[in-house]
């Protein structure tokens, strides 16, 4: 049998304390350590994105959203933004979106300034909204893919204004311009693989150089001045002239009407005049008298007051009014006159 000595029995108590401490730090280092490992392992994709996933730093899959899972450690994900549209400007830069938009007061004439097909100087602006199509394309097919993207749009802008006058450019050409560069922007981004898809490119804002604007406005001004004169021109000649024309057929109608009335009174009289001589060729006597009586009946009534005498007659009754009688036939004969 052993004794043991004071200094055994120390290291002893001391070696079992050191064991009850070092269990709690085991467990420690594992639940960290399976915390470690789930982070790596498991990772969510928000209803908007796609995951790239990477082993060893090649591209092995695409993840779509929800809860996904990866080999920890030696592979890693890229999250990218498939439905959010994204946008580029040329010409300004926005600080803070809003009601009341503030924009940045750094001069970017750099991008804005071009030359004109009749050799102007305008100065564009832009936005070019685009989503992305294809993210294993955007991610690794072109390097720096933002700056290149934005090489690209200046040098179609620059090639599109510079087919161009500058009177297209600034009035006129706007949106055909605007679908011109964005047809070419993206046969450009599929020629080079961006995986990117143009939504929308709009021209900002489009002017002549601040040296320039004044007479370039007053330029503007001559110019609405012609227009509205030519306007007003044009709508007194679509006032005047379809009047006068109408006036004119009525007045040509009218005379045909008359001429028609004419030579159809002509040709009836005519007829009639026909009709009467072959009555009267027939019948002289009886024709004759026909044709007196006739006009008695037409005269008669327009003589007014009358007087009938037998040519046999010796005398007249006294009574008889023939003043008034004169002075009855004396007006109808005026009157006839007239």
Do not use: H
């Amino acid at each position: 049998m052993d004794i043991k000595g004071p200094d055994q029995i120390f290291d002893m108590e001391s070696l079992k304390k050191f064991q009850i401490k070092k269990k709690p730090l085991k467990w420690l280092l594992l639940v960290v350590v399976a915390l470690i490992v789930a982070f790596s392992t498991f990772y969510r994709i928000e209803p908007e994105q796609v995951g790239i996933i990477l082993r060893f730093g090649k591209y092995t899959r695409t993840t779509d959203p929800g809860l996904n899972i990866k080999m920890p450690f030696i592979e890693s994900v890229t999250k990218v933004r498939v439905q959010r549209q994204l946008k580029e400007e040329f010409g300004f830069r926005t600080e803070e979106p809003g009601i009341r938009t503030r924009y940045s007061q750094i001069n970017f004439e750099g991008e804005s300034s071009m030359l004109s097909g009749d050799l102007n100087v305008a100065m564009v602006e832009w936005i070019v909204q685009y989503r992305i199509a294809d993210p294993y394309k955007y991610l690794f097919k072109v390097r720096s893919l933002t700056d290149t993207f934005r090489d690209m749009n200046e040098a179609v802008m620059r090639t599109v204004v510079g087919d161009r006058t500058i009177t297209e450019v600034l009035t006129v050409g706007r949106e055909e311009i605007e679908t011109t560069v964005q047809v070419q922007l993206q046969e450009l981004c599929d020629l080079y693989d961006t995986g990117i898809t143009i939504d929308q490119l709009v021209l900002q804002d489009v002017n002549p150089p601040d040296l320039v604007k004044p007479s370039w406005d007053e330029v503007n001004q001559a110019q609405q001045q012609k227009d509205r004169l030519i306007n007003e021109a044009d709508a007194e000649y679509n006032q005047v002239i379809p009047r006068a024309e109408g006036e004119a057929k009525q007045t040509i109608l009218q005379a045909e009407g008359y001429a028609a009335d004419r030579v159809n009174s002509a040709r009836g009289e005519a007829a009639r005049f026909r009709e009467l001589y072959e009555e009267y060729r027939r019948a002289p006597q009886v024709t004759r008298q026909r044709m007196y009586l006739e006009t008695m009946q037409k005269i008669l009534p327009k003589m007014g007051g009358k007087l009938y005498l037998d040519k046999d007659a010796k005398g007249v009754m006294p009574l008889l009014p023939m003043e008034s009688l004169q002075g009855i036939a004396g007006a109808a004969g005026r009157r006839e006159g007239q």
